[in-house]
């Protein structure tokens, strides 16, 4: 027997979920923050191919936007410019970037 499976990555999505619903409230999430527009723009975009790539649309409406947002922190806290960082995020951001060798 056998199933003639190729070998093409089948994902999940969840039809409950709406994609653009998860991305408003992950922007206002991390706007919420403290982070301004600009920031959070960019954040969004460098995060989203890691939705495909680790399988967010699978899953539920509320772990989508949690793995999404803190995605989108992290990269932040590593990338984004230091006058735009909040206050509470600069002793995160100057310890994360000392460990990836930055300045």
Same mark, same amino acid.
């Not at 999430?29 to 960019?42: D, H, N, R, T």
């Not at 995605?71 to 410019?81: A, F, H, S, T």
């Not at 735009?84 to 995020?89: I, S, T, W």
């Given at each position: ?12 999505? !969840? /039809?409950?979920?709406?994609? $653009?619903?998860?991305? +408003?409230? #992950?922007?206002?999430? @991390? ?25 967010? !649309? /699978?899953?539920?409406?509320? $772990?989508?936007?949690? +793995?999404? #947002?803190?995605?989108? @922190? ?25 460990? !990836?060798?930055?300045?």
């Amino acid at each position: 027997g056998g199933s003639g499976t190729s070998g093409a990555v089948v994902v999940d999505i !969840r /039809a409950d979920v709406d994609p $653009e619903d998860v991305e +408003r409230k #992950t922007w206002q999430a @991390l706007e919420k923050k403290g982070f301004g527009v600009k920031a959070v723009a960019a954040a969004m975009a460098a995060t989203k191919p890691a939705v495909d790539a680790e399988g967010d !649309r /699978a899953e539920g409406f509320n $772990e989508q936007k949690r +793995r999404r #947002t803190n995605r989108g @922190l992290d990269w932040l806290i590593l990338n984004c410019e230091e006058d735009d960082l909040p206050p509470q995020f600069r002793e995160e951001a100057q310890l994360q970037r000392k460990k !990836r060798g930055g300045k």
